[in-house]
């Protein structure tokens, strides 16, 4: 029998899936914690802004590394679930499709991951994103990858018989690149991540993306003042 779908506002969807979220077998969700923040790499005394930070997986790590994290997301679900993942860390519930609440430089590096398909202006995120950070700051930007997106790919989570889905912004990755460059960011970097052996191993129903573009990572750095 299908499930039923439905499609509510996306930050009640958010606020209902926040306290199953990090128990939902996830291939996307295990691939980007596998490799993220590894790019990211923070570094003790570092301020690092979590923009996006949802339940706090990243936020977490980043300050058990002894970096400063502040975590913003649109969501009270997820961030009352963040605060108990990452106690030491500073909240706030922002929607990263306005103004960022935080101060101009203040940031040394800056992690967005997965929140790109629910970004409705590219430009102002990133704009918002390189003024956050301090001249020679770093941004690590992870996505859902856009050729599975186009396949139509959102998104989603179960509830009983319930299937609730939570949409998606269709962008390629040259979207996202040219919004970074347009931004003043530079030295920008790409890398494509594929389901293989590992991912499947973790999340066995990770079998049916095996080979196949899963996330989109991109890494650059404020060079413009």
């Known amino acids: 029998m299908a ?5 509510p506002p996306l930050r009640e969807g958010y606020d209902r899936w926040a306290q199953s979220y990090d128990a939902t077998p996830n291939p996307l969700v295990a691939l980007d914690r596998r490799t ?15 923009a996006g930070c949802g339940t706090g997986a990243h936020l977490a790590r980043v300050c058990a590394s002894r970096a400063r994290g502040i975590g913003l997301d649109f969501s009270r679900g997820m961030l009352s679930v963040a605060q108990r993942s990452a106690p030491g860390a500073g909240l706030a519930q922002a929607d990263l499709n306005g103004p960022f609440p935080v101060r101009s430089g203040a940031f040394d590096a800056l992690l967005s991951s997965l929140v ?3 970004l409705r202006d590219l430009r102002s995120f990133f704009r918002e994103a ?7 700051g770093r941004i690590v930007f992870s996505a859902f990858h856009p050729e599975l997106a186009r396949a139509g790919i959102e998104a989603n989570f179960s509830e009983g018989d319930t299937e609730v889905r939570l949409g998606a912004e269709l962008y390629s990755a040259d979207d996202y690149l040219n919004a970074m460059d347009d ?18 191993s973790e999340v066995p129903v990770a079998a049916k993306y095996l080979g196949k573009p899963l996330l989109l990572l991109i890494r650059a750095e404020r060079i413009a003042p």
Do not use: Q
């Not at 931004?183 to 499947?200: Q, W």
């Open 3 to 7: 499930k039923r779908v439905e499609r």
């Open 36 to 50: 993220t923040f590894a790019a990211l790499d923070p570094r003790p005394g570092e301020r690092v802004l979590d």
């Open 116 to 118: 790109s398909e629910h």
């Open 130 to 136: 390189h003024a956050a950070l301090r001249r020679g």
């Open 183 to 200: 931004a003043g960011f530079g030295r920008i970097e790409r890398a494509d991540y594929r389901g293989d052996g590992a991912l499947v």
